[in-house]
C-alpha cells in the first residue's frame, strides 16, 4: 500500500492545524477554499472555483479511460467556543472546527498531492471540496450549480471520522446508514385570559402539553419496532406571567428516520395527530415544515468495491462493520444522483485521544487519521480506476504455454 513520506505527512498535518485555526461558518469558507484551489493548482489539477458559493473542485486525468470517480471532503466549521487547548486552537471566537472537517480535507489534499505525483490510475478523478455541510446543504447547492453535469462521476466517495472506535479503524455500512432530518415548527392558537378565570379562555398550553405526550406514541405505535425513528420536542413555548393563560404557544419538532417510506410515514402520521389534538381542546394549529436532509443509502456495489480495497490493503483487525446513525448528512443527496459509498475512519476509542463525540468544544481531529485516510483515498482511486492489463499477444501466450 503506498503511504505518505514522513515529511509528507507532517505537512498536512500542519494544514490541517492551520485550517482549525481559522474556521469558517457555512458559505463563509474564503479563506479555506483560497487554500485548497491554490495547492490543487500548484500540483496540476484544474480547479474550478465557486460551485455552490464557495466550493472547489479538482479535477485530474490520466491515460485514455472514460471511467471517473468522485472524492469529497466538507470545508465548513460550527457556531461552537473551543475549549480544546490546543497550541492551534481556533483563532475566531465562538467558532471552531468541531466535526473534524479540517481533518477531512487534510487527508483529501495529502491524497490529492500524492496522486498528482505518482497516481497510477487511468481515467478521471474529481475531488470536491464542499461548503456548509452543517446544514447549510452545500451539497445541494453545489450540484444546483452543476456538479455533477459539469464533473460527470460513476461512482462518488466521502469519509467521516468517528470518535468512539480505534483510531484509523475503517468501517462501512451498505444501505441506508445516516437518518433523514426534518424539522416543524407548530404554533398552537387558543384564546388568552386571565388566569383565575380559564372557562373564559382556549388554553394553547394545555394543548401544546398533550401533543407533546401524544407525540412520543408516533415512534412507539406508528414505526415498525425493527426501524430507528427519532421525534424530539426541543422547545415548548408559551406566556410570559404564571397568572396569564397565552394566547398561543410554539413547539419546535424535530424528526429522524433510516427509511424513506418511514419517513414519509411519520410526517403523515404527524401532520394528522397535530391537527386533531388541537381540533379535541379547541385550539386552531398551524403548521410550518421544513424537509431538511436525505436518508444516506449507500450503494450496496459500490459499498462491495471500496470494502473490498481496504481489504486489500489494510489488517482485518482495521477493518469493520458500521453502525446505523441517527446523524444526517448531506452527502445523501449526491449518493440520491450517483452510487456511492460514504465510510467512516476512527478518531479514537473510549478513553483515548480522539474520543471526544464531534459538535463538542473538546472535540478535535485526530491528526494521527491523516496517514490511513489519505492511503485510503489512495488505494481506492488506483484500484477503481486502475488501467486495464495489456492484452497478451501471440508470442507471449506461446511462452506461457511453452513447456
Known sequence: ?????????????????????????????????????????????????????????????????????GLRADMDALPIAEATGAAWASCEHGVMHACGHDGHTAMLLAAAHHLAQHGRFDGTLNLIFQPAEEGGGGALKMMEDGLFERFPCD??????????????????????????????????????????????????????????????????????????????????????????????????ISLRALDPQVRRDMERRIKALIELQAQSYGVRAEIEWRPGYAVLVNDAEQTAHALAVARKHFPADQIAQAPMLTGSEDFAFMLERVPGCYLFIGNGADGEPGACMVHNPAYDFNDQNIAPGAAYWIALVNELLSPPAPESTPETRTEKTTP
Not at 13 to 39: G, K, N, S
Not at 185 to 195: E, F, K, N, Q, Y
Open 1 to 69: 500500500m503506498e503511504r505518505l513520506s514522513d515529511q509528507a505527512l507532517q505537512t498536512f498535518i500542519d494544514l490541517r492545524r492551520d485550517i482549525h485555526r481559522h474556521p469558517e461558518l457555512a458559505f463563509q469558507e474564503r479563506r479555506t477554499a483560497a487554500l485548497v484551489a491554490a495547492q490543487l493548482g500548484a500540483w496540476g489539477y484544474e480547479v474550478t472555483t465557486g460551485l455552490g458559493g464557495t466550493g472547489v473542485v479538482g479535477q485530474l486525468r490520466r491515460g485514455t479511460s472514460s471511467r471517473s470517480i
Open 155 to 252: 461512482a462518488i466517495f466521502a469519509m467521516h471520522n468517528m470518535p468512539g472506535f480505534a483510531q484509523g479503524q475503517l468501517l462501512f455500512r451498505s444501505g441506508p446508514t445516516m437518518a433523514s432530518s426534518d424539522y416543524a415548527t407548530v404554533t398552537l392558537h387558543g384564546v388568552g385570559g386571565h388566569g383565575a378565570m380559564p372557562h373564559k379562555a382556549t388554553d394553547p398550553l394545555v394543548a401544546a402539553a398533550s401533543l407533546v405526550m401524544a407525540l412520543q406514541t408516533i415512534v412507539s405505535r406508528n414505526v415498525d419496532p425493527m426501524q430507528p425513528a427519532v421525534v424530539t420536542v426541543g422547545v415548548l413555548h408559551a406566556g410570559e406571567a404564571n397568572n396569564v393563560i397565552p394566547a398561543s404557544a410554539r413547539l419546535e
